[in-house]
């Protein structure tokens, strides 16, 4: 595995994940302040809630995008933002 070590491609391993988060935030295609990222011997792990597939997928190349030599694993999963198809009965 590769070691992102402050070079100029990105800063140091202490920092990684709140520059991450923050470039996450601060995107204006994505503004996304639900992702947790953790940096873990393997890689980065990306934590969090979306509403859907697209979403999660552009989240995770934007991450690929700006640090490709980090092996990214997503537990993003996808929650559902539409009405209910039936109605709920209550006992």
């Known amino acids: 595995m590769t070691q992102h070590?402050?070079?100029?491609?990105?800063?140091?391993?202490?920092?990684?994940?709140?520059?991450?988060?923050?470039?996450?935030?601060?995107?204006?295609?994505?503004?996304?302040?639900?992702?947790?990222?953790?940096?873990r011997e393997t890689g980065l792990v990306l934590y969090g809630e979306v509403e859907s597939p697209h979403r999660r997928e552009e989240i995770l190349r934007r991450v690929a995008d700006r640090f490709p030599t980090l092996p990214v694993t997503s537990e993003i999963g996808v929650v559902r933002t539409e009405a209910p198809t039936q109605i709920e009965q209550l006992p």
């Open 5 to 39: 070590r402050g070079t100029s491609t990105g800063p140091p391993d202490e920092y990684l994940e709140a520059e991450i988060q923050r470039a996450l935030a601060e995107d204006p295609s994505i503004a996304e302040q639900g992702i947790t990222v953790v940096r």
